[in-house]
């Protein structure tokens, strides 16, 4: 139903927000105690940063560390809820043969989250790699880099993951229909449903965000804020905030444009 997508997508907003500018200043950590914030970037005392910043930026690794345990806990209902719309959609038959089919599913929920919390881990590291090739430092800030990465990870591989299944190079019939829907769907952006919005969008936000996010840092303003890798990662999550109201507009959008026709 459309009202619940719009009140779900609502909730998963504001608790990103609140996981992103909130959480890191209710977990204490052990390095929360040593700032690990260059002094460097302190030099510029004509204009200091605004005290709501001082506990975000005081130490980087923290607060990365903060916010992937957050997000962990926010994606996985989010991933949860998507796939059961994604489930209840891909039934077909007659009622009580539906309700077989979900209860089969439902069975297999434990090994499809399995699965998919492996895929993204496994993916972190790869994200890692990509993150270096990019131009993130190779020797030093290792867990910082390794933090974003799993963030990254995480916003883009569980959901899709966790509903569509991982793609596999098997040669069975559902390898095959599933690896095509992963191409179909982040290879060729062919999207055609909402559910599929709710899917791709904030995949794609995130990784833009994430991009843009990196442009900060090579200004010279010595801000603490600038500090590897705290705009990326703001970048990420209000990118995936971004894709996610996109895909909520353009679907309300077509559904009440699909209604006014057939009202016609």
């Not at 390095?31 to 510029?44: E, F, G, H, K, N």
């Not at 430092?137 to 569509?164: D, G, M």
């Not at 999207?191 to 794609?204: D, F, G, K, N, S």
């Not at 801000?223 to 309300?252: E, Y």
Request: charged share 15%.
């Amino acid at each position: 139903p459309f009202a619940q997508y719009t009140s779900v997508v609502s909730v998963h907003t504001i608790l990103l927000g609140f996981t992103a500018l909130f959480l890191p200043r209710t977990i204490l950590l052990l390095d929360r105690v040593i700032p690990d914030i260059d002094a460097a970037q302190l030099t510029s005392r004509d204009k200091p940063q605004h005290p709501f910043l001082v506990p975000l930026t005081a130490s980087p690794t923290s607060t990365l560390a903060c916010i992937c345990v957050g997000v962990v806990v926010l994606q996985g209902w989010w991933g949860g809820w998507i796939r059961n719309w994604w489930i209840g959609m891909a039934l077909e038959g007659s009622a009580e043969e539906k309700r077989g089919e979900k209860a089969l599913m439902d069975n297999r929920k434990s090994t499809a989250l399995r699965v998919a919390w492996t895929m993204t881990l496994n993916l972190s590291f790869v994200m890692h790699s990509v993150l270096v090739i990019f131009g993130a430092p190779l020797t030093s800030h290792v867990l910082k880099t390794y933090f974003l990465a799993l963030l990254l990870s995480i916003l883009t591989a569980f959901t899709p993951s966790y509903c569509l299944g991982p793609p596999s190079l098997k040669s069975d019939t559902s390898s095959v229909l599933r690896r095509m829907t992963w191409v179909r769907l982040f290879a060729e952006f062919s999207i055609h449903t909402p559910i599929e919005r709710a899917i791709v969008y904030p995949v794609i936000g995130t990784m833009v965000g994430c991009w843009i996010g990196v442009i900060p840092i090579a200004l010279d303003w010595d801000r603490p804020w600038q500090a590897w890798p705290l705009t990326p990662a703001f970048g990420a999550i209000i990118g995936h905030i971004s894709g996610s109201l996109f895909a909520l507009t353009s679907s309300a959008t077509k559904y009440l444009a699909n209604e006014h026709v057939r009202s016609l």
